[in-house]
């Protein structure tokens, strides 16, 4: 019985430690996994970008945007173990920001080449999807990310699917790239995204 005792106090004794270090942890600018966990907010099922709602495909992970300039970022996880996911990114610069819709083709386009370093000709689809219109993007080959390709690390055997979404409130630019085959298998669950951003669009 007197062990007993003596148990229950020395567990009683450390739960009073951690629940006292964690509530330290704001005094010292420390935070705990628990914490964050319960502070995270959830993971949207639908979020907007720009004058568009965009529905987030089943298995796609809602992660923080990487970049200040994008307003929204998905990552789609591939089944294949060591295969990278995905990664699926949205811009939207604002009313008449941005470039044109065939200078954001061109420059999706010039970020690929051929295993030669010739460059790679991109596949455009230009249609219109209940009242927006929309230019759908597709490329695979030797892809360098970033603005300056020489000083970027190539990534071979990559796939992009991209969409521009046409709004007089602004553009929105989203943008798929991935391992070519985890892109090519996801390439229906993006465009019933697109579609259904177009069919049903935010509040202007």
Known sequence: ?????????????????????????????LSSSLG????????????????????????????PPTSSIRKAELN????????????????CFGRGEGGSVQANVDRWTAQFSNP??????????????????VTLVTA?????SGMDRNNSTPQARTGLRGAILQSAQGDVYVKMT??????????????????????EPSPR
């Open 1 to 29: 019985m007197e062990i007993f005792s003596l148990s229950v106090k020395s567990l009683l004794q450390r739960r009073l430690f951690s629940f006292l270090l964690v509530s330290l942890f704001p005094v010292l600018g």
């Open 36 to 63: 964050q966990q319960a502070d995270a907010p959830p993971s949207p099922v639908v979020f907007s970008v720009g004058s568009f709602s965009f529905p987030r495909p089943e298995g796609w992970i809602w992660v």
């Open 76 to 91: 789609i996880p591939s089944s294949v173990p060591g295969i990278a996911p995905a990664t699926v990114t949205f811009f």
């Open 116 to 133: 030669d370093g010739s460059p790679v000709k991109a596949i455009t689809e230009s249609r219109r999807d209940n009242l927006t219109d």
């Open 140 to 144: 695979s080959g030797l892809f360098s």
């Open 178 to 199: 991935g391992p070519e085959a985890l892109v090519s298998s996801s390439a229906q669950a993006f465009e019933d995204m697109i579609h259904s951003a177009c069919t």
